[in-house]
């Protein structure tokens, strides 16, 4: 089968098969990138884990001090950033691929991306003033 054949063939525009893109204009980097926040969470919930059960039993001065230490504290950073990016691209595939007005669509792919940033500033935030001792 020549190179003309399977061009015919392929119900990719041509602009599409130069750029190796899918439907969603986006190719396979949103794919990798959740499987690799994916990998991520999977090595750190293991210390998360410890870190919770660490806590457990622990007043509020008790679990301040444990949450101050600085490897505590950036272990709890990278978990959430990595969340949140997760959570990020999980929401606008199943946006992307559900609805179907476009301007719905513009809204809540924007919604997605101001929520999962609130929740990780959020976060990041309470985990600094817990780290810092403020």
């Not at 990595?82 to 301007?103: F, L, N, P, R, T």
Request: hydrophobic share 55%; net charge positive; charged share 10%.
């Amino acid at each position: 089968m020549s190179a003309t054949e399977t061009t015919k063939r392929s119900m990719r525009t041509p602009l599409g098969r130069v750029h190796n893109l899918g439907a969603a204009h986006s190719g396979t980097s949103d794919f990798w990138r959740q499987r690799l926040t994916g990998v991520a969470m999977t090595l750190l919930i293991i210390p998360v884990l410890v870190v919770v059960m660490m806590l457990i039993g622990r007043n509020q001065a008790g679990a301040a001090q444990i949450l101050g230490s600085l490897p505590i504290a950036v272990i709890l950073l990278l978990f959430i950033f990595a969340s949140a990016w997760h959570m990020k691209i999980g929401m606008q595939v199943v946006i992307e691929d559900y609805v179907h007005s476009e301007k719905l669509k513009l809204a809540s792919i924007m919604l997605n991306n101001f929520f999962s940033i609130a929740v990780a500033l959020a976060s990041t935030y309470a985990i600094l003033k817990l780290s810092s001792g403020v």
